[in-house]
């Protein structure tokens, strides 16, 4: 079954460490992004990367870091830096702007609600 | 930079009854998509229907089709016959060659 996974579905960390979100996709998509969602703020985007080794920042990157080593796999770190971490965060992937096809719509993993105590 | 605005927070409408959400978005491009996303309770991101900006005819899925004004840059969402399934917080989105990019949410209550 192709699709796209986040682990783990609730994460509970203390104020003051990092934290690592896992997202893997066996959809052979070259995009994949990372978005925050909060009450009343929609789907913020943090993060975004079209091929290996690369990456964009989001509107609202600081506090985040994230690696793409590999095509299958966008993990998002939530730094210490990151003044209001609690959130759920949705990732995605997407065919990419390598297809002819253009840039279409975004696959979703489950999400993982993070809560900093 | 692009951006989407959906100026509608809440909605109601009675079950069986059509209901229109709003979006509006800005661009300087001429080729992109635009999505509209359902979220229901369990929180699982559901593409509702999808339009590419080059085609003036708007796409239609069942019962819910838009309307799509490219000059006004307008892109709303009808959901006809209203059902109880269909209360959730609906997104819309727009896509260009580098990212995609969604809107606030509208959170659609069916009235039985």
Same mark, same amino acid.
């Given at each position: 079954?192709?699709?796209?996974?986040?682990?783990?579905?609730?994460?509970?960390?203390?104020?003051?460490?990092?934290?690592?979100?896992?997202?893997?996709?066996?959809? @052979?998509?070259? #995009?994949? +992004?990372?978005?925050?969602?909060?009450? &009343?703020? =929609?789907?913020?985007?943090?993060?975004?990367?079209?091929?290996?080794?690369?990456?964009?920042?989001?509107?609202?990157a600081?506090?985040?870091?994230?690696?793409?080593?590999?095509?299958?796999?966008?993990?998002?770190?939530?730094?210490?830096?990151?003044? @209001?971490?609690? #959130?759920? +965060?949705?990732?995605?992937?997407?065919? &990419?702007? =390598?297809?002819?096809?253009?840039?279409?719509?975004?696959?979703?993993?489950?999400?993982?609600?993070?809560?900093?105590? | 930079?692009?951006?989407?605005?959906?100026?509608?927070?809440?909605?109601s409408?009675?079950?069986?009854?059509?209901?229109?959400?709003?979006?509006?978005?800005?661009?300087?491009?001429?080729?992109?998509?635009?999505?509209?996303?359902k979220?229901?309770?369990?929180?699982?991101?559901?593409?509702?229907?999808?339009?590419?900006?080059?085609?003036?005819?708007?796409?239609?899925?069942?019962?819910?089709?838009?309307?799509?004004?490219?000059?006004?840059?307008?892109?709303?969402?009808?959901?006809s016959?209203?059902?109880?399934?269909?209360a959730?917080?609906?997104?819309?989105?727009?896509?260009?060659?580098?990212?995609?990019?969604?809107?606030?949410?509208?959170?659609?209550?069916?009235?039985?």
């Amino acid at each position: 079954d192709g699709g796209i996974t986040q682990s783990p579905k609730y994460l509970f960390r203390k104020e003051g460490q990092n934290v690592t979100l896992s997202c893997e996709q066996n959809l @052979n998509h070259d #995009a994949m +992004y990372w978005y925050r969602q909060d009450p &009343g703020q =929609g789907l913020r985007l943090i993060y975004y990367s079209q091929i290996v080794n690369d990456f964009q920042k989001g509107d609202i990157a600081e506090g985040y870091s994230v690696s793409r080593e590999k095509k299958e796999s966008f993990p998002l770190t939530v730094t210490s830096a990151q003044k @209001n971490p609690t #959130a759920f +965060y949705l990732c995605a992937s997407s065919i &990419g702007i =390598g297809d002819p096809r253009g840039n279409t719509e975004a696959f979703f993993g489950q999400g993982t609600r993070l809560t900093v105590v | 930079a692009q951006t989407v605005t959906q100026s509608q927070p809440e909605m109601s409408v009675q079950e069986a009854e059509t209901v229109t959400l709003s979006c509006t978005y800005d661009t300087s491009e001429s080729d992109y998509y635009l999505f509209w996303y359902k979220q229901p309770p369990s929180r699982q991101m559901i593409l509702v229907i999808r339009q590419e900006a080059y085609k003036q005819q708007n796409a239609t899925e069942n019962r819910f089709s838009v309307n799509f004004q490219k000059a006004a840059k307008s892109f709303s969402l009808k959901i006809s016959d209203s059902q109880l399934g269909d209360a959730a917080m609906y997104f819309c989105a727009y896509s260009n060659d580098d990212k995609i990019i969604f809107g606030k949410g509208t959170r659609l209550h069916i009235l039985p």
